[in-house]
């Protein structure tokens, strides 16, 4: 009984191990599996991160590229911008130099007339009163023109001034000579 007892033990014990062995293989094998697949499903979804990690890449080149072409073309820009809005104020200067310009020649030529229409109807002139802009003979007195100006640039007002006193100052000594 013993003996048997022993062997019947023996016998539990193998197909205990046995079992275990096949419940030890089933695991491994089902591990694996699902090992596998979290890894098969890992590896899609990194394979996909480094995808749109290089498409990433590839745009920041293409977009630092657009950018660079952008810059220079907005300062090749500027840079126009800047002798268009130079050569408009010369323009500008320009144009109102020629308009002070042409007013005392216009100023000169006023004046000369009214100096030569005084002379030539037999009248002398006396007097030239700067402060009144008027030419005082004998009989009459002839208005000036006014020898206020435009806006001028630098000096230029002060040059036709000193060119009216000087013209003035002529008319005076040629009357007294």
């Known amino acids: 009984m013993l003996t048997r007892l022993v062997r019947d033990h023996n016998q539990k014990q193998q197909n205990i191990r046995r079992n275990n062995e096949q419940l030890r293989k089933e695991v491994i094998q089902s591990v694996s599996e699902v090992s596998d697949a979290l890894s098969e499903s890992l590896n899609e979804r990194v394979a996909s991160v480094f995808k749109t990690q290089r498409e990433i890449e590839s745009e920041i080149r293409k977009l630092s590229v657009q950018t660079s072409k952008h810059t220079?073309?907005?300062?090749q820009w500027?840079?126009?911008?800047?002798?268009?809005s130079a050569a408009l104020k010369e323009i500008?200067?320009?144009q109102n130099w020629a308009e002070v310009i042409e007013q005392d020649m216009r100023d000169i030529a006023m004046t000369l007339e009214y100096v030569h229409r005084g002379t030539m109807d037999g009248e002398s002139?006396?007097?030239?009163?700067?402060n009144t802009h008027t030419l005082t003979s004998a009989s009459t007195s002839i208005p000036l023109p006014p020898s206020s100006h435009t806006t001028s640039p630098g000096s230029l007002n002060?040059?036709?001034s000193t060119?009216?006193?000087t013209v003035d100052q002529n008319i005076i000594e040629k009357k007294s000579l």
């Open 78 to 84: 500027i840079t126009l911008m800047d002798g268009l």
């Open 72 to 75: 220079k073309q907005a300062k």
């Open 125 to 130: 002139v006396d007097v030239t009163d700067t």
């Open 158 to 160: 002060e040059t036709s």
């Open 163 to 165: 060119a009216t006193s």
């Open 92 to 94: 500008g200067d320009v």
